[in-house]
T-cell receptor
Framework: EPEVTQTPSHQVTQMGQEVILRCVPI?????FYWYRQILGQKVEFLVS????????KSEIFDDQFSVERPDGSNFTLKIRSTKLEDSAMYFC????????????FGPGTRLTVT | QKEVEQNSGPLSVPEGAIASLNCTYS??????FFWYRQYSGKSPELIMS????GDKEDGRFTAQLNKASQYVSLLIRDSQPSDSATYLC??????????FGQGTELSVKP
């Protein structure tokens, strides 16, 4: 069964450093998302992406964040200058173009900012 | 008012019993509703989607939707210890994103 994959599974970085989180969505999906979950808190939407542009972004997704689809398979989230409060699980999700709106999540990347 | 509300639990049921998980939402225009299961340290896994008022059954799971009351629930019949997880209610926002509740922790005791 097709699934969303993410790398790395765990990233440790120092405050102020740039990180890139990578995702490979399900192959026939055209809508892509990033969510994050701070430990013990609910899953929060960050950004949605369709047709090579951002469809919607949350107030969390400030100028430090960017997304890119550099090729036909990868979807990346870049955090330019990490802060301690960016420590969280980051989930990539994707869905197809049907009106079922079902989003499938990758296994996540645990980001630890020290 | 929170957009999606769930009791955080924990909800404890004996093996073989029915587990009932509830969720209310504030956005009256929401049309698509989802239940995800999340094991500790893992990602959300889609287990049910529901779009129309009434019941939708899939194996041991039944989702129930009442748009007038802005209420969606998940019933798990014949609960198993492997069902122990946090269950996340999510609504699909018109802008294209999922809005999640805090989740209800379910514990099924052998």
């Amino acid at each position: 069964e097709p699934e969303v994959t993410q790398t790395p599974s765990h990233q440790v970085t120092q405050m102020g450093q740039e990180v890139i989180l990578r995702c490979v969505p399900i192959s026939n999906h055209l809508y892509f998302y990033w969510y994050r979950q701070i430990l013990g808190q609910k899953v929060e939407f960050l950004v949605s992406f369709y047709n090579n542009e951002i469809s919607e972004k949350s107030e969390i997704f400030d100028d430090q964040f960017s997304v890119e689809r550099p090729d036909g398979s990868n979807f990346t989230l870049k955090i330019r200058s990490t802060k301690l409060e960016d420590s969280a699980m980051y989930f990539c999700a994707s869905r197809d173009t049907s009106n079922l709106y079902e989003q499938y999540f990758g296994p996540g990347t645990r980001l630890t900012v020290t | 008012q929170k957009e999606v509300e769930q009791n955080s639990g924990p909800l404890s049921v004996p093996e073989g019993a029915i587990a009932s998980l509830n969720c209310t939402y504030s956005d009256r225009v929401s049309q698509s509703f989802f239940w995800y299961r999340q094991y500790s340290g893992k990602s959300p896994e889609l287990i049910m989607s529901i779009y129309s008022n009434g019941d939708k059954e899939d194996g041991r799971f039944t989702a129930q939707l009442n748009k007038a009351s802005q209420y969606v629930s998940l019933l798990i019949r014949d609960s198993q210890p492997s069902d122990s997880a946090t269950y996340l209610c999510a609504i699909y926002n018109q802008g294209g994103k999922l809005i999640f509740g805090q989740g209800t922790e379910l514990s099924v005791k052998p």
